[in-house]
DNA sequence: AGTCGAGCCTGCTGGC
DNA sequence: TGCCAGCAGGCTCGAC
């Protein structure tokens, strides 16, 4: 489920069912999931209210009355499941991304069950995800967020951040952008759909995007606000999404719509002008889709 | 310190 | 139809 767009329009989609509500129980049905539940987990959370809900990268915060912390993170497959208040009302998935085929109840390994009636099911089949309570104060350094880099969407990601961070690196940009450390929120997903839009080789060095002097190159100043775009179209995309669940059930998200290269090994590329093809690779065990003609 | 590969899990798809 | 290999949106750890 989750790239920082899909995280958000799940945020945006718990929002209404548990922002201002209290947990009146929550049923943990594991111990663990990629980690351990911190101890006493359900019990800690029973009673307290949710004063907002925020997002760090691909983590979902859930600010707790008390000054404590839920963090949640999805993982591979996470996926939350909201039946809201009234026994009629079809259940919702925020940030639905693919085709909805259904969650495999055997996988619903957390039931959150709010004091306005809402019902919010946390299901993961590969488990990848996890839940921890951070006391407030210690959230930045907490070990999710201690060497987490600059948000994206944010202020701090400048393409002379982009370009300290990759002075002397001899990684390649693919996997520079994909590493939290450098920009938070990033998958393969859209690091693959930012670089074409940047015109990037994925297999060009990261030290690409510095001068001799520290300075950013062109290139660093092309990528990062191709990489806000893609971001916020998905996240835009998402939100319609989100408004269609308000009136049906089921249902798709649907920026898979507007991916330029991923996903389409093979088919033409369609920057104007460009008579290549969408090639796959493998770099860092994972699939880099690229137009080797265009982006260099 | 930076880089790379393996591993954590399950489910789905495509080829034989 | 059944089986098996390969693949999947993330992250951590250990080895070099």
Redesign the pocket.
């Given at each position: 489920?989750?790239?920082l767009p899909?995280v958000e329009t799940v945020r945006r989609g718990l929002e209404p069912a548990m922002a201002g509500a209290t947990f009146t129980a929550v049923d943990q049905r594991r111990p663990d999931l990629?980690f351990a539940f911190p101890t006493s987990f359900a019990e800690r959370l029973r009673g307290r209210r949710i004063s907002a809900l925020g997002r760090r990268?691909?983590y979902l915060l859930v600010r707790l009355d008390g000054d404590e912390t839920l963090v949640m993170?999805l993982?591979?497959?996470g996926r939350f499941t909201v039946h809201p208040p009234g026994a009629e009302a079809p259940p919702i998935r925020p940030?639905e991304?693919?085709q909805d085929?259904g969650t495999?109840p055997?996988?619903d390994h957390v039931v959150f069950h709010m004091s306005n009636g809402a019902i919010v099911t946390y299901n993961d089949?590969?488990?990848?995800g996890y839940m921890d309570l951070i006391p407030e104060q210690d959230l930045e350094t907490c070990?999710?967020f201690a060497d987490l880099g600059v948000e994206p969407l944010g202020n701090a990601f400048t393409a002379a951040h982009l370009a300290r961070r990759a002075i002397g690196?001899?990684?390649?940009l693919k996997?520079f952008l994909?590493d939290?450390r450098n920009v938070a929120g990033?998958?393969?997903?859209y690091v693959c759909e930012a670089l074409y839009r940047a015109r990037l080789s994925p297999q060009r060095l990261?030290s690409c995007l510095a001068r001799a002097d520290g300075k950013p190159t062109v290139r660093a100043e092309r990528l990062v606000p191709l990489i806000r775009d893609v971001l916020n179209e998905a996240i835009a995309a998402g939100g319609s999404t989100l408004r269609d669940y308000a009136h049906a059930d089921g249902s798709l998200?649907y920026f898979q719509h507007a991916f330029k290269v991923y996903g389409r090994e093979n088919e033409a590329c369609v920057t104007p002008g460009c008579t290549g093809k969408i090639g796959r690779i493998v770099q860092?065990?994972?699939?880099t889709f690229h137009c080797g003609r265009c982006q260099r």
């Open positions: 489920m989750p790239e899909e990629r990268a691909k993170h993982g591979m497959s940030g991304f693919v085929t495999n055997a996988h089949p590969r488990r990848f070990r999710h690196r001899t990684t390649d996997a994909l939290q990033l998958g393969n997903i990261a998200g860092s065990g994972r699939s």
